[in-house]
Nanobody, 130 residues
Framework: QVQLVESGGGLVQAGGSLRLSCAAF????????MGWFRQAPGKEREFVAA????????YYADSVKGRFTISGDNAKNTVYLQMNSLKPEDTAVYYC???????????????????????WGQGTQVTVSS
């Protein structure tokens, strides 16, 4: 079992920055892949970013590439999402997720597919005002 707890959401003006954190409990983060997804009101959940267990590979949605950075701290069992140059369209509930089934040492089979992730956090609200 893995428990994920997100934090760091809030209200920010367009052009501003936020850093989301996702602490993992129950299993060492360094043994699986982690991802961030978001869901805006009335829209489907969408992939944002993902990282392999050793941080060797990262994946980004085109809409956030160059603005968001995903990283991990194995010692703290925590993954981060640094969000810069935020836009109103980034407003959403952000969820972190863990894929323990399709990832491991040297591979992460489906980093962009939410349905393949095994565990999810409760979500944190990010609101970007114009």
């Amino acid at each position: 079992q893995v428990q994920l707890v997100e934090s760091g959401g809030g209200l920010v003006q367009a052009g501003g920055s936020l850093r989301l954190s996702c602490a993992a409990f129950g299993r060492t983060f360094s043994t699986y892949g982690m991802g961030w997804f978001r869901q805006a009101p009335g829209k489907e959940r969408e992939f944002v970013a993902a990282i392999t267990w050793n941080g060797g590979s990262t994946y980004y949605a085109d809409s956030v590439k160059g603005r968001f950075t995903i990283s991990g701290d194995n010692a703290k069992n925590t993954v981060y999402l640094q969000m810069n140059s935020l836009k109103p369209e980034d407003t959403a509930v952000y969820y972190c997720a863990a894929d323990v089934t399709h990832s491991g040492s040297g591979y992460f089979s489906f980093p962009r597919l939410g349905r393949e992730y095994d565990y999810w956090g409760q979500g944190t609200q990010v609101t970007v005002s114009s």
